[in-house]
Nanobody, 115 residues
Framework: QVQLVESGGGLVQAGGSLRLSCVAS????????IAWYRQAPGKQRELVGI???????IYEDSVKGRFTISRDNGKNTVYLQMNSLKSEDTAVYYC?????????WGQGTQVTVSS
């Protein structure tokens, strides 16, 4: 079955950087668009950005210029490089893959930015 596993979260000071990873299994990874979402305490889950199978990316306005999504199809992995982190980036970060009308989510990885 399709499984997604995120990693790389942690505690970082404002202005710092983190790189999250999302490893997929049970799927032909290279043909799928992968999305990164985040959910802060008390807030709805929101889209951070996506990367298409061709490598094109789209970002939510608040992370443009600070976050970069990339993929390594040979490793079935998508990355979220986060730079210039702010306290408002604190959230649980999830990756998502959609296939045949169904969404698959990872378990999430916590990112905490201290000010």
């Amino acid at each position: 079955q399709v499984q997604l596993v995120e990693s790389g979260g942690g505690l970082v000071q404002a202005g710092g950087s983190l790189r999250l990873s999302c490893v997929a299994s049970g799927v032909i990874f290279s043909v799928h668009t992968i999305a990164w979402y985040r959910q802060a305490p008390g807030k709805q889950r929101e889209l951070v950005g996506i990367i298409t199978r061709g490598g094109s990316t789209i970002y939510e306005d608040s992370v443009k210029g600070r976050f970069t999504i990339s993929r390594d199809n040979g490793k079935n992995t998508v990355y979220l490089q986060m730079n210039s982190l702010k306290s408002e980036d604190t959230a649980v970060y999830y990756c998502k893959l959609s296939r045949d009308g169904r969404d698959y989510w990872g378990q999430g990885t916590q990112v905490t930015v201290s000010s």
